[in-house]
């Protein structure tokens, strides 16, 4: 009889957004006329940008002439797109990035787990805590965890608390770790980074011979000049750094499908044997092999946000999210709830009021307000007693809802 991978059965019950999704149905089956507002999953409510759209139909057209049809593309991405992320997201910033060391996806989601198809399973490996629940289940998964304990930590993963006391920011760990998970702006907290505190870790990476993973999915957001978009700002970090990276929240591609992730080829890890071997050929050869690539489609689409036009409009929407970020964070303080994030980052992260926990802080904005959040203990043991609200809605929704948390929750 065939066997299946027990790793999955160490996972808790549900992915925290199904578990959301879960509750909120059944509330919204009981109650049919309850005026709903979600304000939790990190997905985007405005439209792609119209140089992505003018693009993408021309590649469409395109599709339908045998002279200019496009079949299998390079599973690493185009060329063309692949330049202009070379100079306009790292070039231009000062990192020494060239286009053959991105590699174009359908989402850094994806990447953040399939990096791990590269990297060995006796590795020590370090996340925040809270964090991306995607980092800590993928790893459950490949079977680099143990079981998990009461307090919801899996066995085998050196978890680093983030919390008021250090800024929502990890310190260094004291023990010798071979891969670390960084998020900035980070998801879900919306802290931030400076090029000095980046540059503590990739000493500590290069000193102990880590690799960081770096997910920058939200630098996008980031508007103030002294704070880094990239791990490749940071000096000594092409020798122990990946970076993942979205058009998803930047762009609007949530439901479109690009990303991507750089692996410089100055980069090695070691072999069973000692060797040092270079992780660009691995994850190329891992992405040739399980990967077709990005639709040509979408491809000419993401290269449009670096024209002109498609740098204005992507301009304006990130102002339009950090707009309501700006909102939600002032009128949660006007409510009298301790709140951070919510600058240079699309994320609010609240603590919960009068001591309730993040699953009873879920149910009863959900019932009082009709207002959907993220709850933070679905991040992890260090998030209990906080809750996540995203910026990404309409105005109109978010002023709605604002005004609803006021009525109900005002201290």
Known sequence: MATINDNYLKLKAGYLFPEIARRVNTFAQSNPDAPIIKLGIGDVTEPLPEASRTA??????????????????????????????????????????EPDEIFISDGSKCDTGNILDIF?????????????????????????TGSINNAGEFEGLVYLPITEENNFTAEIPSQKVDLIYLCFPNNPTGAT???????????????????????????????????????YEIEGARNCAIEFRSFSKKAGFTGTRCALTVVPKS???????????????????????KFNGVSYIVQRGAEAVYSE?????????????????KIIREKLTEAGLVVYGGVNAPYIWLKTPNELSSWDFF?????????????GSGFGA??????????????ENVNEAMKRIIEKFKV
Request: glycine share 8%.
């Open 267 to 289: 980069l090695t890890a070691k072999a069973a044997d000692g060797s040092d071997v270079e992780l660009w050929k691995l994850w190329n050869r891992r992405q040739s092999t």
């Open 56 to 97: 993408m139909l021309k590649a469409v057209e395109e599709m339908g002439d045998r002279a200019t049809f496009k079949g299998y593309g390079p599973e690493q991405g185009y060329l063309w797109l692949r330049e202009k992320i070379a100079t306009h997201d790292f070039q231009a910033r000062g990192c020494e990035i």
């Open 309 to 325: 036009a498609g740098q204005a409009q992507v301009k304006a929407l990130i102002s339009f999210y950090l707009e309501n970020a």
């Open 363 to 375: 149910d009863k904005l959900l019932q009082m307000a009709n207002i959907v959040g993220t709850p």
């Open 193 to 231: 980074a400076s090029k000095d505190y980046l540059k503590n870790w990739v000493d500590y990476a290069n000193n102990h011979g880590s690799i960081i993973l770096f997910d920058a999915a939200y630098e996008a957001f980031i508007t103030d000049p002294n704070l880094p978009h990239s791990i």
């Open 382 to 395: 260090a998030g209990e007693g906080y809750f996540r609200i995203s910026a990404f809605n309409s105005r």
């Open 120 to 144: 060995g399973n006796n590795n020590t490996i370090a996340v925040t805590d809270p964090v991306y629940p995607v980092y800590v289940d993928t790893n459950v998964m490949a079977g680099n």
